[in-house]
């Protein structure tokens, strides 16, 4: 069965940097388009990064230029790297897989678990 294990959450202080990897199982990741998303407390999801099967990527415009959606089809991998990081960027992150390229988080056909993102003020 098709699983997406993401890692790399933790605590950091604002202005702070992670790398968010998830590493995706039982689907033929490098026709899949990928995304993340994110869920802060009380707030529903909302779409953060994708990334399509030809390496175009696109942004949620509060995080353009302080994330990068990247993908490693060789190690069925897709990472988040995040700086510059603020305390509205908390949230459980989520990756998900897509085979068509889409931002929106109902068209999404597999998902992670989550990792919980805490920035500090």
């Known amino acids: 069965q098709v699983q997406l294990v993401e890692s790399g959450g933790g605590l950091v202080q604002a202005g702070g940097s992670l790398r968010l990897s998830c590493a995706a199982s039982g689907l033929t990741f490098s026709a899949y388009h990928m995304g993340w998303f994110r869920q802060a407390p009380g707030k529903a999801r909302e779409f953060v990064a994708t990334?399509?099967?030809?390496?175009?990527?696109y942004y949620k415009y509060s995080v353009k230029g302080r994330f990068t959606i990247s993908r490693d089809n060789a190690k069925n991998t897709v990472y988040l790297q995040m700086s510059s990081l603020k305390p509205e960027d908390t949230a459980v992150y989520y990756c998900?897989?897509?085979?068509?390229?889409?931002?929106?988080?109902?068209?999404?056909?597999?998902w992670g678990q989550g990792t919980q993102v805490t920035v500090s003020s």
């Open positions: 998900a897989a897509n085979r068509y390229y889409s931002t929106s988080a109902g068209d999404y056909d597999y």
């Open positions: 990334i399509s099967v030809t390496g175009g990527t």
